[in-house]
């Protein structure tokens, strides 16, 4: 039972397996037609042709066949009514000689011996020549005996139907029909036309009964003809096709080609190559596109190296500033220290304002810190000392340096860690200086809700969560929390003396690993703050061990049945949440 | 870089120049001024020239009893239908099964059929087909010339479907017409004796819708000789040979067959085909390919349409001389018509009867001999400086002696009244032999001329109701020689005698009778007096076209004349190139052999 059941489950995993392979071949074609103008211009220019040269070729073939054919038959027919007078001249010949003898034409057959009849389709076996001009067939119903074909013509090549139209008209009326031939000597019926009609013998009343004659034109030399330039139509109208998409592939070759390259370019100029330029050749639209997408990225080029210059200013001022002010802090702070160590003499309303300096003092130092950290990354000067760490290990340092202030809250957290060890090539003091500033935000935003932190972990990455239950984030936020000295409600004071900064380092901590710090939030429901690291260092980061929305969250919402538009990727570093 | 820009230029202009001209060429649909690019389409297809048949009709319920013997006539006539089926219909189911068609034909020429008159509400009838019968065909095909008339009742009966045919003779009634619609007089070459020579079998053979004349016709020469030739000839072609197709290309007919045969006999083969197709497709020459392959691995088998001409050159022989006598010595006619006397004795001397005309031999060192006046003896001499006349064979009333083509005289020695003995001689060995001729033992042989090929010999025969020409073949050679198959050709009545018999080729010959009558005659037609004959002939001579006979004037002066078509005109220049009749002028003209 076992073995078909695996067998079963196999091929259905095959089956599977193709119409895998068969999707993302297809959706790999869609692709690369999507996104090619060569190949979709030179597709569309052979489907236009196609249907052009196929209704052309079906309209020419039909002239032709129908001219061919009826000048054939036309031939075929003032040859059959000059046959027909030469029998009518035979028939009448001897009769008229013999007229005195009895009228009935089966004795006065055997009287002459021959019958006139077989003498004219003698003659008219020898006008028609060989078998493949035309036959000739002759009967008279009435007369017994009277039934003549030339050479190997059968019989049943006239059908019933044209014989009862003959019979039907008038005397001397063609009766014309495309029928298969039936020839002795062949084993295949060839197409051809029989023209038959009853002879006309109003001048000649001594003649009895009706005399059918039917000529059998083949024609298989015509549709030998026919059919090879059928043939040939199809060849030149395929050859016109590919000609066609040739051109046209060769034409949008010549356009599509310097769109290439300026796209390439536009690529390399996004990327920061600001010295790329195009070349100009000609004096072509595509030589002057060329010419203003040049003029555009040297504008550009100055625009950026200005703000850049503007903005080294700033920074360098920003720096300096923090630099300058932590000789003077220094001696205020000590000064402060003094006043703080002997508060406890001056009377309470000075002791509680040593106390207060005490505190901004410490504020305005990490802030200067901050400051000078953040101003160390815009100028690209820090650096990872990288280690193999255990992450859950880091997260429960974070923890525990967070494990006083969450006290003040009343907050608890809710660790969720995995089982086995979660190692990560990382700089351990900068991660756990971000899971310190997730777990200090969550604290100030939480409002003494429990504190989720999940750590998770598969091949390539890990990550760790920050859930908080608090008032969330409104939507378009999720970006702008890592923004510089950015506050939900401008209106509201930090608790917990936040610098405005702490976000902004991490995220700049994140990007230094190459990995992703990103945030969800929405009203009422809380917020969740997630950090995904590449095991190895360097590594690029394809996905998230964990998900961006709270999984309770999103089976609520398919619950409800009301999908909410895709969440836009937190970061701005291009990175997507791919799970 | 001025010469390359004019190069450039004239390439340009001649570029245009050949676009123009296509385009304008492409105007005009129908060219002028130019033959048409057309295969010639050849002289249509020869191997099958056109002709009618009749085709079977179904019995009509309304017809009379006459008119159902008419169409059964016309039925057996049918061709193309094997087993007469449609005919069968026509005879009642009793009859159907007893009536055997392929018992052979008569072949007659109708007269009115009697009828008795039929009373009201009959369901049985007489009907007599009357005419004369000219001719039968047996199953072989072979046809035969007959006299006789012909009387053949049927007996009808009347049934649910109308008149049928419930008694009548067996074999096939054919008219003349229908005769001639449904055979086909083929020539077929057969070899003579050893591979020499080729031997005409004449036959009708019937036609087949399904096939075409050149085929059935090879098929007909693979089936081998008819009867009246069978061990008087042989044939190239290996036993069981079949013939795949015959087919034209290029004007050129192709014969394919299954087998190839030796490569001594393959020139005796080409002269076969050659001749039994060459009244078919005269002029075209011919190939044969064996399944379809060329005949030799290297090379294609190509036969010229004269071939069977150069294999035996007594099928057309050019520059044959007559020979005549003339001041008692044996003359031969040179080619200014003057004649001049034979080398040796006969030139000068001729032991033989001034009434009998000499044998001249066809081949090796020539022989004339001469049958003496009393008939007893028979002189040879060779056409040498120094031929003498010798006695070869005596007897007791010998007839003109004739040879054949292997160097053997042959005379006849009517030994009583109504008994002859058939002697054959070979001149190599001077051995003489009596021939076996049952037929003849009995008659009083008046005649006996053997043809050109070696094979037919022509006897006339005189016998108590008067004389006949018989036809017949040479079997066997030396003491094994043998006369068969005699069949009648020419009946004479008592007015009529037989002076002379001359073989014109291999098939037809001609007679002469005492009324100075010339008939030519064949085993395949009726004898007939084809050419106006004046009074006064005494001997004839023929070969091929020439027709030479001697002329004796009612003042008896003699001279040679020859047939030319359309008229005699005296033949023999004397010295001064005149042509007239003189006394003891030329007389007893002779060809060699036949």
Redesign the interface.
Known sequence: MATPKKRRRTLRQVARGVRRRARRAAGRLRRVFWRSLQLRVVTSTMVISIVVVAVLGVFLMQQIQQSVLESRVRAAISEAQADRNAVLSILTQPEREASEQSADS??A???T???PL?QA??A???R?????RYSV?I?N?RL?????????IE?KSVPDRVRAEVLKNEAGKNASWFVPLHY??RAEPVPGVVIGTRLDTTGAPQLVGDYEIYHLVPLDREEKMLASLQQMLIVVGSGLVLLLAAIASLVTRQVVIPVRLARQAAERLAAGKLDERLKVRGEDDLARLAASFNEMAANLALKIHQLEELSQVQRQFVSDVSHELRTPLTTVRMAADLLYDAREDFDPMVARSAELMQNQLERFESMLADLLEISRYDAGAATLDVDSVDVRDVVLRAVADSEALAERHSTRFDLRLPGEPCMAEMDSRRVERILRNLLFNAIEHGEGKDIVVTVGADRDAVAVAVRDHGVGLKPGEENMVFDRFWRADPSRARTIGGTGLGLAISREDAMLHGGWLQAWGAPGEGSQFRLSLPRTAGAELRGSPLPLVPPEVEMRRTWRGQMTPVLSPASADGGSDED | MRTEATARRRVRAAALGVVLSCVTAACSVVPTGRSPVVEDAGK??PL??????????E??AD?TP???V??F???MASI?DGKYEAARRYLTDDFAARWRPETGATVY?????VTSPLPEGATAARVTLKGTVTAVIDREGRYRPRGGTLAELFTLVKGPAGWRISSGPDGLLL???DAD?AYRLVDLYFLGPKGQGLVIDQVQMPVD????LAKTTVERLLAGPSGSLRGAVETAFEPGTELIDVTTENNRVVVNLTRKVPAERVSAMSAQLAGTLSRLASGSSFEVRVNGEPYHTDASLLIDAQEYVKFDRWMAPADVSPYYLQDGGLRVLGRENVGGPVPGKAGTEYPGSPATPPAVSGSGPLHAAALSEDGKRISVAALTPDGQWEDWISGNDLVQPSWDRHDSLWTADRTGLQSSVVLRMYADDRRQYRVAAPELDTVEVTALKVARDGVHVAVAVKDGTGERVLVGTIVGERADSRIGNLQPVMDGDEKQTIEDIVWKDGTTLYVLTGKSELFEASLIAEAQQTIPSPPGIRSIAALNSSLLAWAVDDDGNSQVIKWNGKQWEPQVKDDNGSVAYVQDGPALPAFPLG
Request: charged share 20%.
């Open positions: 089966g004795e057959a055997q009287r011996g021959d019958s077989s389709t003698e008219l076996a020898q028609a020549g060989s078998a493949s067939i009967r119903e017994p005996g009277e039934f003549f074909g030339t050479t190997n019989p002795a000597d | 249509g297809n099958n020239p056109p002709y009618a048949r009749v085709i079977a009709m019995p009509d017809w006459e008119q159902i008419t169409g006539r016309a039925a193309g020429r109708p007269a009115p059929s008219t003349e017409a619609r819708p399904a096939s075409t």
